[in-house]
């Protein structure tokens, strides 16, 4: 029984992938309304199970959190950032309010949950659109922000990998034992290393003739920190709610959240790196 189990929970996690990253890759090679909708979709789900895991006490407030974060990512596609600080201070003040007149101020806490799931996964993701979106603003050719994004996930992936296999075979030392039993710095330090990798690969081959190998190497170093240190937030996230996933939505792939997690943290900060640098 044990090892159907197991042959079905393998069998889920190939079907999702095999129709899954072909998608997503598809649409980030669109980019424009195609990319930006996926991402909007994206937050929803994420915004949801990121309350969900906190039990947010009102329902109202949560689907007025998740229609907000959804809403924010087309503005933020339309409008790019410098307009973003109007809706986020304004649909933060309304769910301040309406959680210090509804609820005791014993539970006052849940307005810094509110937040944070406009921040993280919110802006967080939002930063995929960003990054795809970039070329335009310097007036480089639009394919360079899924160039970028494809490499950044291609870090990712093989950071995440390595991490696990090499941890598992030759990992001694925990990491973060109370969060994440599993994970090891010989794992993590592995993973990094892939992804300086497939850094040098990318500059050898000038993967994005916009970049130098110091610039490969900066987006190495942001993806393979900030990536596994997302991961490990979640798992910290995850740890307090007493769950294994976020959901059921991916199946044994978990929720939206469990996959998009590293990205989440990645991106953001190389959108603040491609704007300090290029533009």
Known sequence: MKREKSTTSLFNRVLISVIGIPAILALIYAGNYWFTTFIAVAVFLCTHEFLKLFNFPSKTVAAFIVILNTAVT???????????????????????????????IGVFDKAFIALSSMIYPGLALTGMVLVREFSLRIGEDYFLGAKILYLTMAMIWICDTLAYF?????????????????????G??????GSVIVALVANRYNLIPLFNTVDYLILAVIAGVLGQLGDLVESTVKRFAGVKDTSRLLLDHGGALDRLDSIAFTVPVIYIFLVMRFA
Request: proline share 7%; net charge positive; no cysteine.
């Open 74 to 104: 087309y503005l933020v596609f339309l409008t790019h950032l410098e307009w973003l600080i109007i809706p986020f201070l304004g649909g933060w003040t309304v769910i301040a309010l309406w959680l210090m007149i509804q609820y005791p």
């Open 166 to 186: 090499f941890g598992s075979a030759y990992g001694t030392v925990k990491f973060s034992p109370k969060v994440s039993p599993n994970k090891t710095w010989e």
């Open 188 to 193: 993590a330090i592995a993973g990094f290393l």
